[in-house]
């Protein structure tokens, strides 16, 4: 079982009503944490991934430990105790 945090931002904050939760969790992959956590409707998984595909939608980026999920494994990427799981929408601007 590993303890990681996860951390959300911005507008995604307003949606889930907390910044920070921390999860105990049997699973081994961001994936895992995405379904066990409950969103404004649904599942959190079920707010920041594509349901056609199984990708996560281009409204959200996943850090895992300060590098980008897309970067690593995307949504099957490895999860450890301790680990921290930051989750916000893109920044744009001029």
Do not use: Q
């Not at 969103?39 to 595909?53: A, F, N, R």
């Not at 996560?56 to 850090?63: D, E, F, K, V």
């Amino acid at each position: 079982m590993a303890e990681v945090t996860v951390k959300v931002f911005a507008s995604l904050r307003e949606r889930m009503g907390w910044k920070e939760r921390n999860v105990n969790t049997e699973g081994t992959r961001i994936v895992d944490v995405l379904k066990g956590l409950p969103g404004g409707e649904g599942t959190l998984y079920e707010m920041l991934v594509d349901p056609k595909s199984g990708d996560l939608t281009s409204r959200y980026n996943i850090m895992l430990n300060g590098r980008n999920a897309t970067s690593l494994e995307g949504l099957d990427t490895t999860i450890h105790d301790g680990d921290r799981i930051l989750i916000f929408p893109p920044v744009g601007g001029g």
